[in-house]
């Protein structure tokens, strides 16, 4: 018996990689809090990945990059840079985010 297409003929679909290669998932929770941060704003805002979320997801994915978890990459080249942010280097970034942690981590 087949369970392929209708007809019974095989098909051949070859897979495609992801589009920035595999990577480690953060199985110590280095940066769970910056994720749920950013889950959490969207919430928020119904979905709509205003800037505000977006700043939230830089700073996530510069935790990762810090913490090895993902290739370091330029933000400009990720979509996230913002016209207050400067050059968008991923240094830059890494300062934003200890502050963000910083406030995040008095609130909660």
Request: with cysteine; proline share 6%.
């Amino acid at each position: 018996m087949s369970f392929g297409s209708p007809g019974g003929g095989a098909t051949n679909v070859k897979p495609t990689p992801p589009e920035r290669g595999s990577f480690p998932l953060d199985h110590d929770g280095e940066c769970k809090h910056l994720i749920q941060s950013y889950l959490r704003c969207l919430k928020l805002q119904r979905g709509v990945n205003d800037e505000q979320c977006r700043r939230l997801a830089k700073g996530y994915l510069a935790c990762r990059m810090d913490k090895n978890l993902m290739a370091p990459d330029d933000f400009r080249n990720l979509g996230l840079v913002f016209e207050n942010d400067g050059d968008g280097s991923h240094a830059q970034a890494q300062a934003q985010t200890q502050v963000q942690t910083q406030s995040g981590s008095s609130s909660g």
